[in-house]
T-cell receptor
Framework: DAKTTQPNSMESNEEEPVHLPCNHS???????IHWYRQLPSQGPEYVIH???SNVNNRMASLAIAEDRKSSTLILHRATLRDAAVYYC???????????FGTGTRLKVLA | EAGVTQFPSHSVIEKGQTVTLRCDPI?????LYWYRRVMGKEIKFLLH????????ESGMPNNRFLAERTGGTYSTLKVQPAELEDSGVYFC????????????????FGAGSRLTVL
């Protein structure tokens, strides 16, 4: 399984963009990169996923480095509701196995 | 569409007792996963069902844990006998059977079942 490295915590001001980095240098060429987040007292929820190209959805954008060894989750305008732990998960090709790491705890300041 | 439902939401038992946690996945989802989060630790994978079959149970901690998925619908996770270290939050997730390597296998999680062993 590809190992991931994420900052333990980050802070952002409300209404400002947030860039959450993830290093996954051991990822293989066909492993998708998924991002999930866990809001307080809830189960994790899906945010976004991608393989090579940058991806956008209503929640966030995902920027994937050209060598795929890192990716960045971008929240364009952080809100208080975005305070959560964000997990970057490379999904091993040929499996449905999702391994959560330590994640990044995002604090949003009003 | 109804989400993933787990119950009980919280269970408090004494060491040595038995507890059964239940998960109802989203209808039509072939994949069902169990995870748990012990206090202060990471969310850890326990096992993965495809329909009624155990695809991967490499994360099950020991033989005190038994997971079943009758008829490929709901799943139960039984802990017998429970130990103090089993305390934590147990999450269930489900997903459609998207083609492997499509990246489209998105997990939907339940709210979790908090287990407290005294």
């Amino acid at each position: 399984d590809a190992k991931t490295t994420q900052p333990n915590s980050m802070e952002s001001n409300e209404e400002e963009p947030v860039h959450l980095p993830c290093n996954h240098s051991t990822i293989s060429g066909t492993d998708y990169i998924h991002w999930y987040r866990q809001l307080p007292s809830q189960g994790p929820e899906y945010v976004i996923h991608g393989l090579t190209s940058n991806v956008n959805n209503r929640m966030a954008s995902l920027a994937i480095a050209e060598d795929r060894k890192s990716s960045t989750l971008i929240l364009h305008r952080a809100t208080l509701r975005d305070a959560a732990v964000y997990y970057c998960i490379p999904v091993l090709s040929g499996t449905y196995k999702y391994i959560f790491g330590t994640g990044t705890r995002l604090k949003v300041l009003a | 569409e109804a989400g993933v439902t787990q119950f009980p939401s919280h269970s408090v038992i004494e060491k040595g007792q038995t507890v059964t946690l239940r998960c109802d996945p989203i209808s039509g989802h072939d994949n069902l996963y169990w995870y748990r989060r012990v206090m202060g630790k990471e969310i850890k994978f326990l096992l993965h069902f495809v329909k009624e079959s155990k695809q991967d149970e490499s994360g099950m901690p020991n033989n005190r844990f038994l997971a079943e998925r009758t008829g490929g619908t709901y799943s139960t996770l039984k802990v017998q006998p429970a130990e103090l270290e089993d305390s934590g939050v147990y999450f269930c997730a489900s997903s459609q059977n998207a083609p492997l390597n499509s990246g489209a296998n998105v997990l939907t999680f339940g709210a979790g079942s908090r287990l407290t062993v005294l």
